[in-house]
């Protein structure tokens, strides 16, 4: 499985509020293959950290939903950002369920 590799610098899980907060250490190479750029250290490193904790093979449907904001973006590309952007907003906002009712509409 994949390891941090020193990509989360930080990760505070709040039980009370059900969260958990980090920071991803920046990326120390700026040269890179374009085949890269979707692996270098972004938020996304977190995610996959999650995904792997979680993994097991025998149930399909286990995984992480919710959503991805457009901001992402700024994660791979060096953009100039125009307007202002609160501190409440989210980047993504993922859910691991307890439990899922699963209906499948080809065997119907």
Do not use: C, H
């Amino acid at each position: 499985r994949r390891r941090n590799g020193g990509v989360v610098r930080e990760s505070i899980f709040d039980e009370k509020m059900g969260k958990i907060d980090g920071s991803v250490a920046g990326s120390v190479n700026k040269f890179f293959k374009e085949e890269d750029r979707s692996r270098q250290p972004t938020l996304f490193s977190i995610v996959r950290l999650i995904i792997d904790l979680f993994y097991f093979d025998d149930d399909p449907q286990l995984g992480l939903y919710g959503a991805f904001g457009y901001d992402l973006t700024f994660q791979f590309e060096p953009i100039k950002k125009v307007l202002p952007r609160g501190d409440n907003q989210r980047d993504i906002l993922l859910y691991l369920p307890d439990e899922l009712f699963v209906s499948d509409q080809d065997k119907k």
